[in-house]
């Protein structure tokens, strides 16, 4: 089976300090990966390089589609409530929440596409905020609004940086379950985060950077 | 056909190679040209008729204005190369190109201010040919200021490409509207350069001069790419070799 | 294509939920015009005479002014990553991005500029030309400032730098827009300007939009 992504020979250089080289990894169905390392170890770098952000200093990522990236700055609008967020990232990307035959008429359409949406938001515990502009919401909750993202349908593979910043205890947890859940469906994830993972998959697999070159 | 010789050129080693093996004979080359044209123009070619002496500024005022627009559309074209086939010596080329072409543009509009003193009673004249290149200036200075103001230097010289392009599809529409607009708003001066059958004696000295521009400008732009390459590939290995060989191999590694 | 309709759904809602955005470059367009008659003086023949130039150099200020912020805030929440990855062509993206904007910012301003022009002693003949050579004059000012915006998003203070990047460009459109009004105001036929203007715009509505999205992808990567 073809993996998702594949990288070979990757090296990236950030203002002429080299942070890494002669990177290789491939990742498929069921594969979760976790970049570890210190801060300014290149975790951002190599992430940004996967999803095609950024151009690699040296070397290839192949994609078989463009990944769903949640960055730090994960895309959401602080002047629209977290639906309009959605349905917006859900447009952009292609992705339209909720089944719906193409000869249905268009109000049913609609009507599918907002209760995935709502769907979404009530499994990231946001029932009630569906329209609250999303610059009156907590960092956690915005954080939340971003990973509902995880909940429509998406690409099968994730690239996720940092995706547990400002999440409580709990949210962590279900998020960690919900990322293994993921890769054992045969999806894959690549993420960064400074916390040992409570739950991983059997693909789980973990990548230090900065050690040979800092 | 076979496309290595040209990337060959994206090996910033390579390049640091062939230009330092070029540039002595490039200056050679300007220092003779220039040496020639401008003693011949200064002294030896006969006065115009109209303007007398002050006429000579050509031998430097039109191989820098010439200059200062091939340098801009170098940058172009390195500016397409850079984003086609994401070689690193043309973004280094742009970098390295745009303080020199700003210059030559300083220089043509200085020089085309003193011409103007004797010839039209004032320094500056909102001539068409003046006023186009005050706005090359300005289109020089805007490449340099985004090449300094983005910290990453590989986006700086993609940033900088793309606005090189940008810059040479406007030039014509720039050119065409500025003539069009001083056509408008007064009558036709006397140009500097545009003059009905100069004599041989008097063109001749003017293409060494513009000869010897050019090959000055080459010699000086390898010599700054050479070192922006030195420093932008400090890590690598051969730079390392270079930096050792060029300072007598008296240094320890 | 239902991603142009969402993104012009988006846009709309973005601007009408901080109208400062739309009214500040036009409170500005009015302020710059209103400053002349007071350094020059307030002559009716010389203020008819430099109205054509004044009000189009205000409006030319006033569009640079109102991109400034074009790309900021989805610069820095995170959505013009996300816009960058999008499977949707990203120069078409952007471009819907910046006829909207053009729609709300750019128009308020013609439909403001007769005002002014008769404020400055503009014969009300002249107008039909203003506004014709503003509505053909704005939306390539808006391209290219574009361009601009897009390249300096990533800077902190970008604002001086795009004005320097942008104002050469602008020259054309200054002196064709211009001209056609001074045209007007002599009594001259004014047609050959507004097509060159038109042609202008129809280089920069096809050309401009692939300049922004290269601009976009390098202040995305650095």
Redesign the interface.
């Known amino acids: 089976m073809n993996p998702y992504l594949q990288a070979s020979a990757l090296a990236c250089e950030r203002d002429g300090r080299l942070l890494f080289e002669h990177l290789a990894l491939s990742l498929g169905a069921g594969d979760m990966l976790q970049v570890s390392g210190p801060n300014g170890a290149g975790k951002t770098s190599l992430l940004r390089v996967l999803a095609g952000l950024m151009a690699p200093t040296a070397g290839h990522v192949r994609c078989t589609a463009k990944p769903l990236w949640v960055g730090h700055a994960a895309g959401i609008q602080e002047r629209l409530s977290a639906e309009e967020n959605l349905a917006w990232l859900c447009a952009l990307h292609a992705t339209a929440p909720g089944k719906v035959p193409a000869t249905a008429p268009a109000t049913e359409g609609r009507a599918a596409y907002r209760a995935a949406i709502w769907q979404a938001l009530a499994e990231v515990g946001l029932r009630g905020f569906e329209d609250v502009p999303c610059h009156s919401l907590s960092a956690g909750q915005k954080r939340r609004v971003a990973l509902a993202r995880l909940y429509l349908p998406a690409p099968r593979l994730w690239v996720l940086d940092e995706p547990f910043t400002a999440l409580d205890i709990q949210a962590v947890a279900q998020l960690e379950a919900h990322l293994a859940a993921h890769c054992e469906q045969g999806g894959a994830v690549v993420l960064t985060t400074h916390h040992l993972l409570g739950r991983r998959p059997p693909g789980f697999a973990e990548l230090a950077l900065g050690g040979a070159t800092a | 056909m076979s496309w290595t010789w040209f990337h060959k050129w994206g090996s910033p080693k390579w390049f640091y190679a062939l230009a330092g093996r070029l540039q002595p004979w490039l200056a050679l080359a300007a220092a003779l040209l220039l040496a020639v044209g401008v003693v011949w123009g200064l002294a030896f070619a006969p006065p115009d008729y109209q303007q007398g002496n002050s006429f000579r500024i050509i031998y430097i005022h039109v191989p820098a204005a010439m200059l200062a627009q091939s340098c801009y559309v170098l940058m172009a074209l390195a500016g397409v190369v850079s984003l086609v086939w994401k070689m690193k010596v043309a973004d280094i080329a742009i970098h390295c190109a745009a303080p020199v072409g700003a210059s030559m543009t300083a220089l043509a509009l200085l020089t085309g201010a003193i011409w103007g003193k004797p010839t039209w009673g004032a320094w500056w004249v909102w001539d068409a040919r003046l006023t186009s290149m005050l706005i090359l200036l300005f289109l020089y200075a805007g490449v340099i200021a985004l090449g300094n103001a983005i910290g990453n230097r590989d986006s700086a010289g993609k940033a900088c490409a793309v606005l090189s392009i940008v810059g040479v599809v406007n030039i014509p529409i720039i050119k065409y509207s500025v003539q069009w607009w001083s056509t408008l708003h007064q009558g036709a001066t006397f140009s500097l350069t545009e003059k009905p059958a100069m004599p041989a004696e008097m063109w001749l000295p003017l293409l060494f001069t513009v000869l010897g521009f050019y090959c000055l400008f080459g010699a000086v732009l390898l010599a700054r790419m050479r070192l922006a390459l030195l420093q932008r590939e400090a890590r690598s290995g051969w730079a390392q070799a270079a930096v050792r060989q060029a300072l007598g191999g008296g240094l320890a590694p | 294509m239902?991603?142009l309709?969402?993104?012009l759904?988006?846009e709309v809602?973005?601007l009408c939920?901080?109208p400062g955005e739309l009214l500040n470059p036009l409170v500005f367009f009015a302020i710059v015009v209103a400053l002349f008659p007071l350094a020059l003086g307030a002559q009716p023949q010389l203020l008819q005479a430099v109205a054509p130039g004044l009000v189009w150099v205000a409006a030319l200020l006033a569009v640079l002014l109102s991109l400034e912020g074009l790309f900021r805030?989805?610069f820095?929440?995170?959505?013009l990553?996300?816009?960058?990855?999008?499977?949707?062509p990203l120069a078409l993206l952007m471009l819907a991005k910046v006829l909207v904007h053009w729609l709300f910012s750019g128009l308020a301003l013609v439909l403001l500029a007769p005002l002014l022009g008769v404020m400055l002693g503009l014969p009300l003949v002249c107008l039909p030309v203003l506004l014709a050579s503003l509505l053909l004059g704005t939306p390539v000012l808006s391209l290219l400032g574009a361009?601009g915006a897009a390249?300096?998003v990533?800077?902190k203070r970008?604002g001086l730098?795009l004005a320097?990047?942008v104002?050469?460009?602008y020259?054309?459109v200054l002196?064709?827009g211009s001209?056609a009004l001074q045209a007007a105001l002599q009594g001259l036929p004014s047609g050959g300007y507004l097509l060159w203007l038109a042609s202008?715009a129809a280089l920069a509505l096809a050309?401009a939009p692939l300049?922004i999205a290269?601009?976009l992808r390098?202040?995305?990567?650095?």
């Open positions: 239902s991603v309709a969402e993104l759904k988006r809602r973005l939920r901080r805030s989805d820095e929440d995170g959505s990553e996300q816009m960058v990855l999008s499977p949707q361009i390249l300096t990533g800077l970008g730098l320097l990047l104002l050469p460009l020259i054309p002196i064709l001209g202008l050309l300049a290269a601009g390098i202040s995305v990567a650095e």
